[in-house]
């Protein structure tokens, strides 16, 4: 079946800083993909939807200067959590969908974020 | 706006036997698909089962099957056979089909799923 990778798996930083989280699909190109955050023991929550080669949209509540998304190619996006903080902290995980109506997506292994 | 609801937070069966997860939802689309999801402890997403809305019959997936009822906008998973690698939350979620608009998943809150031996 269809790999989306995700990296890195795990990252801690100190507050301030930026991290920048990879979404691949490795055997697929993918017209869209997503961008989920899940905290512990609830439900994943769409932050924003990024189309290739076009600007990402964000859902109500996201910051788009807080979490920048990038989808450069076919097979990558990237989201950027610019000035981490504490509250940052939490689990981010990307899809992918090859066709144009999205009833396929394909999820990435996720990533861990911890900001001290 | 799209809503799902899993009622049940947590379920536990015993190896072998059946459960049934509960989903509604809500809205005003025709044209949509529905699905369950399985997150285990490693937490990577894994699709269980995949519905049509314009599909009256119940997809099955070996020994997943669903209880589509459309017209009361429910969901429902059920597990035969029970294992203990189906230990895990279940999410149910929601897609309505716009090509132009943007397709976006709805998730219902999930049921924690744990089977034991």
């Known amino acids: 079946g269809a790999v989306v990778s995700q990296h890195p798996s795990r990252v801690i930083c100190k507050s301030g800083t930026s991290v920048k989280i990879e979404c691949r699909s490795l055997?697929?190109?993918?017209?869209?993909m997503f961008w989920y955050r899940q905290f512990p023991k609830q439900s994943l929550m769409l932050m924003a939807t990024?189309?290739?080669?076009?600007?990402?949209?964000?859902e109500q509540g996201v910051e788009k200067d807080k979490f920048l998304i990038n989808h450069a190619s076919l097979t990558l996006s990237t989201l950027t959590v610019t000035s981490a903080h504490p509250e940052d902290s939490s689990f981010y995980i990307c899809?992918?969908?090859?066709?144009?109506?999205?009833?396929?997506?394909?999820f990435g292994p996720g990533t861990r974020l911890l900001v001290l | 706006a799209q809503t799902v609801t899993q009622s049940q937070p947590e379920m536990s069966v015993q190896e072998a036997e059946t459960v049934t997860l509960s989903c509604t939802y809500d809205?005003?689309?025709?044209?949509?698909?529905l699905f369950w999801y399985k997150q285990p402890p490693s937490r990577q997403m894994i699709l269980v089962i995949r519905?049509?809305?314009?599909?009256?019959q119940n997809a099955t997936e070996n020994r997943f099957s669903v209880n589509f009822q459309k017209a009361a906008k429910s969901f429902s998973l059920k597990i035969s056979d029970s294992q203990l690698g189906d230990t895990a939350m279940y999410f149910c979620?929601?897609?309505?089909?716009?090509?132009?608009?943007?397709?976006?998943?709805?998730f219902g809150e999930g049921t924690q799923l744990t089977v034991n031996p």
């Open positions: 899809s992918a969908a090859p066709g144009p109506y999205q009833e396929t997506q394909y």
């Open positions: 055997d697929f190109q993918a017209t869209t």
């Open positions: 990024s189309n290739e080669g076009s600007k990402a949209t964000y």
């Open positions: 809205t005003s689309e025709n044209n949509y698909y």
């Open positions: 519905q049509e809305a314009y599909k009256q």
């Open positions: 979620a929601f897609l309505d089909r716009k090509k132009t608009s943007g397709s976006r998943l709805t």
